[in-house]
Structures are given as structure tokens and as C-alpha cells.
């Protein structure tokens, strides 16, 4: 198993179903218990063992999956409300080396992704065809990303980040 990626990359070519976009969202609503369930139990020394030799910590991880679903909801709101929204990139491995993320308590990250969950399920379920075949420009990628593929990315996102956390606790036993 490629410990970076223990679910694999994003893929997904064609059109994007109702039906997906429904599963999709589905992962956006159960993250956070989801996350909260992954971590239950770890020491502090636990929560600062990387998840892979070089990688993040467990809290780093928790901490960056706030940090990036909060830019993730933005995203989703300006490409809503603006035309092809250029957005704001962030280099996340320099705010996962912030102190807050390398020593903060994860209980901060994983409170905030409930509430922020919450009002981004409500957003996704009241967008039609026309919202989610939007699109905001990525300055780095220098692409358009519409936000049926966008929503895709960040469900497989959290399983990503939750499966980093749930394989080390697999391979040490925790």
C-alpha cells in the first residue's frame, strides 16, 4: 500500500450523475463523526506520530483538514455568487507547520468541521445542475474546476486524510 494515498488518487471522468453528487455529499455530511471516530482515544504522544515516515502528524492531518474543507466552502460560495471566480490558493504544508496545527488541540478542528459541514450540506443540497456546473479558476493549476468535480475531490478529501490516521492506527495497533 502507497501510504500516501491509502485510497488511492481522485478519479473521475464523465459526467457527474445526481446520484453521485447525492454519495458525495453524503461523505461531506459524515466526515466529521467520521474523523471524530478515527481519532477516538489517541494520547497526545499518539496524535504527534506521523502517519507515514516524512508525513504529517496526526494532528497536523486533523488541523489540515479544517483548514483546507474551510477554503473548500469558500470556493463553493464565490464560485456561487461571482463568474469564474479566481480563487486564492494557500500552501497548506506551511500551514500545517503553523504552531497551531503542530500543537493546538484537535478538539479545535474536528469542533469546527461540524458546524462548517453542516452549512456546507445545506449549501450542496439546495444547488441544481446549473450550480454545480460552475466554476472558479485555480491560479496555480491555471484551470477551471467545476464544482460537481470540485465536491468529488474534497468527499474523497476527508476518506483520504481519515484513511491516513485509521492505516497507522491499523499497522501499530492503536
Not at 500552501?91 to 500543537?103: F, G, I, N, V
Not at 484537535?106 to 450540506?121: A, D, G, Q, T
Not at 491555471?142 to 465536491?151: A, F, I
Amino acid at each position: 500500500m502507497d501510504l500516501r494515498y491509502p485510497i488511492g488518487t481522485f478519479a473521475f471522468e464523465g459526467e457527474i450523475s445526481q446520484a453521485q453528487r447525492t454519495e458525495w455529499i453524503q461523505d461531506i455530511d459524515e466526515l466529521p463523526v467520521k474523523l471524530r471516530e478515527a481519532v477516538q482515544g489517541l494520547s497526545q504522544d499518539q496524535l504527534n506520530l506521523p502517519y507515514r515516515d516524512g508525513g504529517w502528524t496526526i494532528r497536523q492531518v486533523v488541523h489540515h483538514v479544517a483548514d483546507s474543507h474551510m477554503n473548500s466552502y469558500i470556493r463553493f460560495k464565490l464560485a456561487l455568487t461571482e463568474e469564474n471566480p479566481a480563487i486564492k490558493p494557500y500552501y497548506e504544508d506551511r500551514w500545517a507547520a503553523l504552531t497551531d496545527s503542530l500543537t493546538g488541540d484537535i478538539e479545535l478542528s474536528l469542533s469546527l468541521l461540524e458546524p462548517l459541514h453542516r452549512r456546507w450540506v445545506i449549501l450542496l443540497n439546495a444547488m441544481g445542475e446549473a450550480d454545480y456546473r460552475r466554476e472558479f479558476y485555480h491560479p496555480e493549476s491555471k484551470k477551471l474546476s467545476r464544482l460537481d468535480y470540485s465536491l468529488g475531490v474534497y468527499a474523497w478529501h476527508g476518506k483520504h486524510h481519515t484513511a491516513h490516521i485509521t492505516a497507522l492506527r491499523d499497522r501499530l495497533g492503536l
